[in-house]
């Protein structure tokens, strides 16, 4: 009992003896006290410095045993101590005097230029010192890091160093393990060379100078660094890789300018990880062949270089540590004739990743003996059209992500032989694969998270096992030709649902609307039909609703409105869709609306607080009322497409303001007045468009690129134009009016428009010479109108002009000519003047607002005259027993073997009339 005594007595000894009255030394409490000035912002959050126990202050840590600080996070900026902010600022490093046994002191992000007074000595016990993200001005300040000797690991991190630096001052430092030298600019360490002093830091092993100004001079200078174990040599100026030598662990030379091929890295056996992203390296098998030698190599990164690699990776078979292989984007290509020592892999991947580009051949069959892989991306990569390798899901029960994108797979798609709950991404889309998708699917993924299945053949319906994958976010089967109807049963955690371009039908399901977390619901271009949901307005989280191209009728749901905060993507075009556009239809976040080719009516009164709003397509409705002078509040506005509506009034001055504008099309209205002359300068020559988002399945998880085709009416045909094409057109439409005055004369900032059209309209006066100033134009309608005076010849020198039309005005004049390298302009528009002749361009300008239950392809206008392709589809029926009977009437040996034939086909076909078709009573 007396030792339990003494050991009790010595507890509370300890407990209450090792600190002072209040927990912590009151010499060190001062001391805090005295740097708190410096430090303002640690009073920020948890216990400010003040009364109570120093050692549960903010960024302050104790011994448990002594009651004597350890450690100090002091990363805080302070503003108050300098007067010039981007000057920095100096610590006077005896403040730390009486912290006998720290040994981590952070000081980063606190703007410090350097030291006065120091006496580093006295912190004999410190270990970590972090200096990153200050100022430090220029590079004295390692003779004072020198001080403090005990030092383990130094973070110099985006400190302002620059030029060349002599790291042999930092010697004295012999326990050093750890210098971070990231983010600097510093060009060199060839000083310690020129002044042959020996670089003794013998314990380093971890050496970061990455995101420098290095050249290939650092190589010479880590020759005495015998015991270096991670080199990151990360975006420098690095060029040659020939000065590569020696064992270190060259870990990181991404980002680099190295060139030449990598068997320069064959007399590393000692290496771990290799990092060469980002390079120029080059090389064939043979090349590739000298990495065997890398028996330790554990991970090998060669993305984005121009490395030809084998599919069938036979040169590393040797390399039994060999684990994770990252080589995307150099040259995959067939290996099928390699001979090699080995017959299969001795290593076992976790971990391969190939993608783009090249052909591989057959697909690799060297992974049939890899069990223990993680993560497969095999994609953008031609294998022949081999079946779906099923055996890699049926070989690795420990497959997470599987990657087979545009890999040139043909065949059905087969599940394994039992439940794989491992998966979580499976993308085999843009392949050929064909048949039904495996109604069981479900049930042998169940832990799928992302399936993609998308631009394939898949047929049949889409299996309702998919409803029992309860961790599915991502879904795509898009562009196959998948019928029948939606499921009823839906995993409830979809963020993402694309089924678009298929051949589906019937209503959207009820059960749908407890998706609340769908952030993309696209159902375009099937046959669906039916009402918009109302209960679409419960998905708080959705951000593009696409449901273009079907058979839905009816008004727009008002619940649609309590999506404003987040919705920014709606297309609704080409449907029956009628009724007014309701009035709550104020999205804060909205980028693109498509409604064109509906039964819209009434009056816009919607969009008013779009801010981001870059595509606006109300066109072929039968909205009326006058274009609101708000729309000049939608400074993001790209494309405005408002024509073959019934809108009345003028062509607002608010649109002026716009300056991001290329697209304008108000034609096929009842508009009228004059146009406004500033809006001659609005179209912007910026190549916007109307992509806001092209993450894909990597990013942000319901993002996904609009390509949604806009019609627009060009060189007097209607095209649909999307995507990049898009971004090069321009133009502004006001035909089928009632537009009255003259053209205006000024064109400033007008240069980069393609497509003019003004006709049909009562515009009078001039021709502006100034016309000759649109550089770009390659469509110019000005007909039927009542234009006067001459054509200017300056319209001559316009090169890209193929189109021009002033045909049924009051011009007088002679017809300009054109020659040579202008052989496509048309000179035949020129009806209704006088001395012009030729027929005018087609132009329609009903007003009907119809509406498409597709769009048309440019292709289906086409360039062909009907009335000729018919007289000459009869001709060739005429000329042909023509030519036959001419031929019989010279030669008698053809004539005869004719009605030979004629009358053998004449008997055949009799005799099988009179005993297979004909009824025996009548034979």
Same mark, same amino acid.
């Given at each position: 009992?007396?030792?339990?005594?003494?050991?009790?007595?010595?507890?509370?000894?300890?407990?209450?003896?090792?600190?002072?009255?209040?927990?912590?030394?009151?010499?060190?409490?001062?001391?805090?006290?005295?740097?708190?000035?410096?430090?303002?912002?640690?009073?920020?959050?948890?216990?400010?410095?003040?009364?109570?126990?120093?050692?549960?202050?903010?960024? &302050?840590?104790?011994?448990?045993?002594?009651?004597?600080?350890?450690?100090?996070?002091?990363?805080?900026?302070?503003?108050? &101590?300098?007067?010039?902010? +981007?000057?920095?600022?100096?610590?006077?490093?005896?403040?730390?005097?009486?912290?006998?046994?720290?040994? @981590?002191?952070?000081?980063?992000?606190?703007?410090?230029?350097?030291?006065?007074?120091?006496?580093?000595?006295?912190?004999?016990?410190?270990?970590?010192?972090?200096?990153?993200?200050?100022?430090?001005?220029?590079?004295?300040?390692?003779?004072?890091?020198?001080?403090?000797?005990?030092?383990?690991?130094?973070?110099? =991190?985006?400190?302002?160093?620059?030029?060349?630096?002599?790291?042999?001052?930092?010697?004295?430092?012999?326990?050093?393990? !750890?210098?971070?030298?990231?983010?600097?600019?510093?060009?060199?360490?060839? /000083?310690?060379?020129?002044?042959?002093?020996?670089?003794?830091?013998?314990?380093? !092993?971890?050496? =970061?100078?990455?995101?420098?100004?290095?050249?290939?001079?650092?190589?010479?200078?880590?020759?005495?660094?015998?015991?270096?174990?991670?080199?990151?040599?990360?975006?420098?100026?690095?060029?040659? /890789?020939?000065?590569?030598?020696?064992?270190?662990?060259?870990?990181?030379?991404?980002?680099?300018?190295?060139?030449?091929?990598?068997?320069?890295?064959?007399?590393?056996?000692?290496?771990?990880?290799?990092?060469?992203?980002?390079?120029?390296?080059?090389?064939?098998?043979?090349?590739?062949?000298?990495?065997?030698?890398?028996?330790?190599?554990?991970?090998?990164?060669?993305?984005?270089?121009?490395?030809?690699?084998? /599919?069938?990776?036979?040169?590393?078979?040797?390399?039994?540590?060999?684990?994770?292989?990252?080589?995307?984007?150099?040259?995959?290509?067939?290996?099928?004739?390699?001979?090699?020592?080995?017959?299969?892999?001795?290593?076992?991947?976790?971990?391969? +990743?190939?993608?783009?580009?090249?052909?591989?051949?057959?697909?690799?069959?060297?992974?049939?003996?890899?069990?223990?892989?993680?993560?497969?991306?095999?994609?953008?990569?031609?294998?022949?059209?081999?079946?779906?390798?099923?055996?890699?899901?049926?070989?690795?029960?420990?497959?997470?992500?599987?990657?087979?994108?545009?890999?040139?797979?043909?065949?059905?798609?087969?599940?394994?032989?039992?439940?794989?709950?491992?998966?979580?991404?499976?993308?085999?889309?843009?392949?050929?694969?064909?048949?039904?998708?495996?109604?069981?699917?479900?049930?042998?993924?169940?832990?799928? !998270?992302?399936?993609?299945?998308?631009?394939?053949?898949?047929?049949?319906?889409?299996?309702?096992?998919?409803? =029992?994958?309860?961790?599915?976010?991502?879904?795509?089967? *898009?562009?196959?030709?998948?019928?029948?109807?939606?499921?009823?049963?839906?995993?409830?955690?979809?963020?993402?649902?694309?089924?678009?371009?298929?051949?589906?039908?019937?209503?959207?399901? @009820?059960?749908?609307?407890?998706? *609340?977390?769908?952030?993309?619901?696209?159902?375009?271009?099937?046959?669906?039909?039916?009402?918009?949901?109302?209960?679409?307005?419960?998905?708080?989280?959705?951000?593009?609703?696409?449901?273009?191209?079907?058979?839905?009728?009816?008004?727009?749901?008002?619940?649609?409105?309590?999506?404003? *905060?987040?919705?920014?993507?709606?297309?609704?075009?080409?449907?029956?869709? /009628?009724?007014?556009?309701?009035?709550?239809?104020?999205?804060?976040?909205?980028?693109?609306?498509?409604?064109?080719?509906?039964?819209?009516?009434?009056?816009?009164?919607s969009f008013l607080n779009s801010n981001y709003l870059v595509t606006l397509d109300l066109s072929n409705n039968h909205l009326t009322g006058n274009i609101p002078n708000w729309i000049g509040t939608l400074s993001a506005l790209v494309y405005l497409l408002l024509d073959n509506n019934h809108f009345e009034g003028g062509i607002p001055v608010q649109l002026c303001k716009l300056n991001r504008l290329r697209l304008i099309d108000v034609s096929n209205n009842n508009l009228s007045g004059t146009i406004p002359p500033c809006l001659m300068n609005t179209i912007s020559n910026d190549s916007s468009h109307a992509y806001y988002s092209d993450d894909d399945y990597s990013g942000y998880i319901g993002s996904f690129s609009a390509d949604v085709p806009i019609e627009f009416t060009m060189k007097s045909i209607s095209y649909f134009y999307k995507g990049r094409v898009l971004t090069y057109l321009s133009g502004i439409d006001l035909s089928c009016n009632k537009l009255t005055g003259e053209i205006p004369l000024q064109f400033q900032n007008f240069r980069y428009i393609i497509v003019l059209n003004f006709s049909h309209n009562s515009l009078i006066g001039p021709i502006p010479p100034a016309i000759s100033d649109l550089s770009r134009i390659e469509s110019l309608d000005l007909s039927h109108n009542h234009l006067s005076g001459n054509i200017p010849s300056q319209l001559l020198g316009l090169h890209f002009l193929s189109v021009f039309s002033v045909a049924y005005n009051n011009l007088s004049g002679t017809t300009p000519q054109r020659t040579g390298q202008f052989a496509t302009f048309e000179e035949s528009s020129y009806v209704g003047n006088p001395f012009l002749c030729g027929e005018p361009l087609p132009k329609n300008c009903s007003t009907d607002g119809s509406s498409l239950s597709m769009p048309r392809n440019a292709t289906d206008e086409g360039?062909?005259?009907?009335?000729?392709?018919?007289?000459?589809?009869?001709?060739?029926?005429?000329?042909?027993?023509?030519?036959?009977?001419?031929?019989?009437?010279?030669?008698?040996?053809?004539?005869?073997?004719?009605?030979?034939?004629?009358?053998?086909?004449?008997?055949?076909?009799?005799?099988?009339?009179?005993?297979?078709?004909?009824?025996?009573?009548?034979?």
């Open positions: 009992m007396e030792y339990w005594k003494l050991v009790w007595v010595f507890v509370l000894a300890f407990l209450f003896g090792g600190y002072q009255s209040e927990g912590c030394w009151e010499i060190e409490k001062a001391a805090l006290l005295q740097l708190k000035p410096f430090f303002p912002h640690i009073n920020d959050e948890g216990i400010s410095w003040g009364k109570g126990n120093c050692c549960r202050w903010n960024g &302050v840590e104790c011994s448990t045993s002594t009651g004597r600080v350890t450690r100090l996070f002091l990363e805080y900026r302070s503003v108050e &101590v300098y007067n010039n902010i +981007s000057q920095g600022w100096y610590l006077n490093t005896s403040l730390f005097l009486p912290f006998h046994e720290l040994k @981590s002191l952070d000081l980063g992000n606190s703007y410090i230029a350097g030291f006065i007074d120091n006496q580093g000595s006295f912190m004999n016990k410190l270990e970590i010192l972090d200096l990153s993200n200050n100022t430090l001005l220029g590079n004295n300040i390692l003779p004072y890091l020198a001080e403090f000797t005990s030092l383990k690991t130094l973070l110099l =991190d985006n400190c302002g160093l620059q030029g060349s630096i002599d790291i042999s001052e930092l010697n004295s430092l012999k326990n050093l393990k !750890e210098l971070h030298l990231r983010d600097n600019q510093i060009e060199s360490l060839g /000083s310690l060379f020129q002044r042959k002093r020996q670089l003794r830091l013998a314990k380093l !092993e971890v050496l =970061d100078l990455s995101f420098n100004h290095l050249h290939n001079s650092i190589f010479s200078s880590l020759a005495a660094l015998p015991h270096l174990k991670s080199l990151n040599l990360e975006s420098n100026l690095l060029i040659q /890789s020939t000065y590569i030598q020696g064992k270190h662990a060259l870990r990181y030379l991404s980002h680099n300018k190295f060139s030449g091929d990598i068997s320069v890295f064959k007399n590393l056996t000692s290496l771990k990880y290799l990092d060469l992203f980002s390079n120029n390296f080059f090389g064939n098998i043979y090349v590739f062949k000298n990495l065997r030698s890398l028996t330790s190599l554990l991970e090998l990164r060669l993305w984005n270089n121009s490395i030809e690699i084998p /599919s069938s990776l036979a040169p590393l078979f040797n390399l039994s540590k060999l684990q994770n292989i990252y080589a995307d984007n150099n040259m995959i290509y067939n290996a099928e004739t390699e001979m090699h020592s080995l017959d299969t892999p001795t290593f076992q991947l976790r971990s391969i +990743s190939l993608s783009c580009c090249g052909d591989g051949g057959s697909f690799p069959q060297s992974l049939n003996h890899q069990h223990d892989l993680e993560h497969v991306d095999l994609s953008h990569i031609n294998f022949k059209g081999d079946q779906f390798p099923n055996w890699l899901l049926e070989n690795n029960k420990k497959l997470e992500r599987l990657n087979l994108v545009n890999s040139s797979l043909s065949g059905h798609f087969l599940l394994p032989s039992t439940s794989r709950r491992g998966l979580s991404r499976l993308d085999v889309s843009s392949n050929t694969l064909d048949g039904n998708i495996p109604n069981e699917i479900g049930a042998k993924l169940p832990s799928l !998270e992302l399936l993609n299945m998308s631009n394939n053949f898949f047929t049949g319906g889409i299996p309702i096992s998919i409803g =029992d994958m309860i961790s599915l976010q991502q879904l795509d089967l *898009s562009n196959n030709k998948l019928s029948g109807g939606i499921p009823r049963h839906l995993p409830m955690g979809l963020f993402t649902f694309d089924v678009s371009n298929n051949q589906l039908f019937g209503d959207i399901p @009820s059960s749908m609307e407890n998706l *609340s977390l769908m952030l993309t619901l696209d159902l375009s271009n099937n046959t669906l039909f039916g009402g918009i949901p109302r209960w679409i307005g419960k998905m708080s989280n959705l951000q593009e609703l696409v449901m273009a191209n079907n058979h839905f009728e009816g008004p727009i749901p008002m619940e649609l409105c309590n999506l404003n *905060s987040s919705l920014k993507f709606l297309d609704l075009s080409a449907n029956n869709i /009628s009724g007014s556009l309701p009035s709550c239809f104020i999205f804060s976040s909205l980028t693109h609306v498509y409604l064109s080719r509906n039964k819209l009516k009434g009056p816009i009164t360039f062909i005259d009907m009335k000729v392709f018919y007289a000459s589809f009869v001709g060739s029926y005429i000329v042909m027993p023509l030519c036959i009977a001419i031929v019989l009437y010279i030669n008698p040996y053809w004539r005869q073997a004719w009605f030979y034939h004629v009358e053998a086909a004449t008997m055949s076909c009799y005799y099988f009339v009179l005993d297979h078709i004909l009824p025996k009573r009548f034979r």
